[in-house]
């Protein structure tokens, strides 16, 4: 079947404009992660989905940062006011179960350039 | 303090050299994860494993909970081998977030 999908693939926007980044899980994953990686650096862990529970939103650097996941599918990332420091790529990845048991499927990414 | 630290950074091979990248941890893990990702490419997940060893194909990992290590092998390297290779932990319980080394980058020259 399909694969973790992640849209758009490139996103550019100006300073202070809002972005909004989808995942598309595989289907019936349960756990949802959103991790960025900046250039030249590792995957910085953002946010996770798992089930009905409360999201952890431990890693989101700031409050200009928010994610839901409706229907506990789709997910989307969004980035209020964005900075030139938000520039980045967006990875999304699912897993069936729990780290201790389901590998880990990612996605393609979206690389986001704030310009 | 990292929690977790990958061995080498950067590493050089000829094609058909044997090839070992370590993990090290500070913290009890559950279960630690290693991810491939080629230039340009996405990520895709190598071994799971919370002991022992695992093997596929010409990569082999093995982890060692009470040293809190694990190291990933490969036999044979071919040029297509060359990505950036990471290694992930959960510390287990009903934390699902995962913790990710920087990466190692692996060339290998023909």
């Known amino acids: 079947g399909a694969g973790v999908s992640q849209s758009p693939s490139n996103k550019v926007t100006e300073k202070g404009k809002d972005v909004e980044l989808r995942c598309d899980p595989i289907?019936?994953?349960?756990?949802l992660y959103w991790y960025r990686q900046s250039l030249g650096q590792g995957l910085e862990f953002l946010i996770y989905?798992?089930?009905?529970?409360?999201?952890?939103k431990s890693g989101l650097p700031s409050d200009r940062f928010s994610a839901e996941r409706t229907g506990g599918s789709v997910s989307t990332l969004t980035i209020q006011r964005t900075q030139q420091e938000d520039s980045a790529v967006y990875l999304c990845?699912?897993?069936?179960?729990?780290?201790?048991?389901?590998?880990?499927?990612f996605g393609n990414g979206t690389r986001l350039t704030v310009t | 303090k990292n929690e977790v630290e990958q061995s080498p950074q950067n590493l050089t091979a000829q094609e058909g050299e044997f090839i070992t990248i370590n993990c090290s941890y500070s913290v009890g893990i559950s279960a630690l994860h290693w991810l491939q990702q080629h230039p340009g490419g996405g990520i895709v997940s190598l071994f799971m494993?919370?002991?022992g060893k695992k093997k596929h194909g010409r990569l082999i990992a093995t982890i060692n909970i009470q040293e809190k290590h694990s190291s990933l092998h490969i036999t044979a390297s071919h040029p297509r081998d060359s990505a950036v290779y990471i290694c992930v932990f959960n510390s287990g319980g009903s934390n699902y977030k995962l913790t990710f080394g920087k990466g190692t980058l692996l060339t290998v020259n023909p």
């Open positions: 494993l919370s002991s």
């Open positions: 989905f798992q089930g009905n529970s409360a999201p952890d």
């Open positions: 289907s019936g994953h349960t756990a």
């Open positions: 990845a699912s897993s069936s179960g729990t780290p201790q048991n389901s590998p880990l499927h």
